[in-house]
Nanobody
Framework: DVQLQASGGGLVQAGGSLRLSCAAS????????THWFRQAPGKEREGVSC????????YYEDSVKGRFTISRDNAKNTVYLQMNSLKPEDTAVYYC??????????????WGQGTQVTVSS
């Protein structure tokens, strides 16, 4: 079975930092594009950051650019989201996601459970 285990959320004051981790079992992250999404109360789930499978290129949603950093440790099969200079508007449940579209057109899409991030003002 594939499992993505997200952790590292918590309560932090504005301006603080947290590091989220997403550890995978049953798949190899290096073969997947891995994403962090977040969902705030009453809002739609939105993409925050992504690290691609083929070249490790990273992408960020505009509001987190310069504050968040996504990285992958292939040896630990874990993806991280370092979040600095946190703002109250970053408060949300954060989810990790691993996805790959194979050459023959099969989409593999795996989600972890969420981890709550709460930023107090």
């Amino acid at each position: 079975d594939v499992q993505l285990q997200a952790s590292g959320g918590g309560l932090v004051q504005a301006g603080g930092s947290l590091r989220l981790s997403c550890a995978a079992s049953g798949i190899t992250f290096e073969n997947y594009s891995t994403h962090w999404f977040r969902q705030a109360p009453g809002k739609e789930r939105e993409g925050v950051s992504c690290i691609s499978n083929n070249n490790g290129r990273t992408y960020y949603e505009d509001s987190v650019k310069g504050r968040f950093t996504i990285s992958r440790d292939n040896a630990k099969n874990t993806v991280y989201l370092q979040m600095n200079s946190l703002k109250p508007e970053d408060t949300a449940v954060y989810y990790c996601n691993a996805v790959v579209l194979t050459d023959w057109g099969i989409l593999y899409d795996h989600w972890g459970q969420g981890t709550q991030v709460t930023v107090s003002s």
